[in-house]
């Protein structure tokens, strides 16, 4: 009874490994039935770079000397492109540029083949597509000041901090000679210096951005403008200095003409011979547009006595020798004014302190250049028989002539 079962056992046995080998045997047959199946090298690597609405796939091939083509399917394998290769030795890199696709992230098989039923096994790559939506989160880098050296050549820009993938700022700007210059900035720069640009225009500037290290397309957006600040210096007053003309006033009481020069704006300043008429002359030093000034009145008599309340302001850069007129232009004619408007002989603080501040006075644009300054006092405050004045400063937007 035993062997019986021992024979049965045995029997099945042989029957199921005969029809196995059966099975695979056909199998192979089938599969190999147009000969023996061949995988070309598959690529040994798919780089995949983004762009604007568009993408590259580098594919970098491995040693097999038969590829002839490579292609990429993406969507589910509903869209496809390839290239045809000439191998060269070595492993070659080829590429395939994909135009015309939305903004998203898309996933690439790639194969490759040496006839057209031999492919290799699947590579993939997956990469960024940039387009509109991209393009609404960019901005320009914003500005936090601009300033001017002191002799005004050079205009320093301060940025605010870049946007993740900024990778350059173009800025233009206009020449002293009216052409336009362009300076790429690298990107996360937080100082640019500029010189050679005309007052009174404007920067043009438009940040860069690569979304990723290699990304195949730039982006930007439309430039933003500014106007430069007007630039503004202090007229030095190291090299002012008193310029007497024959028919000037004279100063007196031990209150010198240079005084109104020497930044002491709470001391005693310039006072003038008497007379009845009140005019006197200083040299700059340099000649230039006058764009404002600025007086202070002697501090011991405010809004009173001979404190200086009408004057006029003329200009020249050749003084007639003799000292009459006739050389001379016009540039303001100036009054001071009490914030008050109480009578002479009674002053507040808010006068007191608007005074020590000294009053401003502004010219307008394209003021003739002058180096010799005359005023000439029409008026005081206590319609005395001389004249006072505490200190005098004068700006100027003309840069420091070279």
Known sequence: MKMTKYLTCFFLVTVGLY???????????KITKDGE??????????????GNNRIKLQVVLGNDPLITKVRAFWNNNADSTEV?????????????LINNLSQGTYSFDVYTYTGPKAKSIVKQGTGMVYGDNYLKVLS??????????????KLFIDWNSPLEGEKSIELKYTTETGTTQTVVIPGGSLKTEISGFKNGTKLIYKSIFLPEPKAIDEFSITPSEVALPVFEREVDKANFK??????????????????????NYDGTGFAST?????????????SVSISRFRTWQAADRIFRAENVKKFEIWGSNN?????????????????SIKPSGLPVGQTTEGDINYAKAGEEFKLPPGTPKARYIRIKVLDTWGGGTFIT????TFWTSDRVSK
């Open 19 to 29: 029809m196995s080998s059966c099975t695979k045997e056909d199998a192979y047959k």
């Open 319 to 335: 003084p007639a020798s003799d000292g009459s007129w006739a050389s001379w232009t016009k540039l303001a004619e100036c009054q």
């Open 37 to 50: 199946i061949y995988y070309p090298g598959r690529a040994d690597t798919v780089l995949v770079h983004g």
């Open 84 to 96: 045809d290769v000439v191998k060269t030795t070595g492993k070659d890199t080829v590429d395939l």
């Open 274 to 286: 008497e007379g009845p008429s009140q005019w006197f002359t200083f040299d700059m030093g340099e």
């Open 140 to 153: 320009n880098r914003t500005l936090k000041t601009l300033s001017y050296s002191l002799d005004g050549s």
């Open 389 to 392: 004045m505490g200190e005098l």
């Open 242 to 263: 008193v310029y007497s003309l024959p028919t000037d006033v004279r100063d007196n009481w031990g209150w010198l003409m240079e005084y109104l020069w020497n930044k």
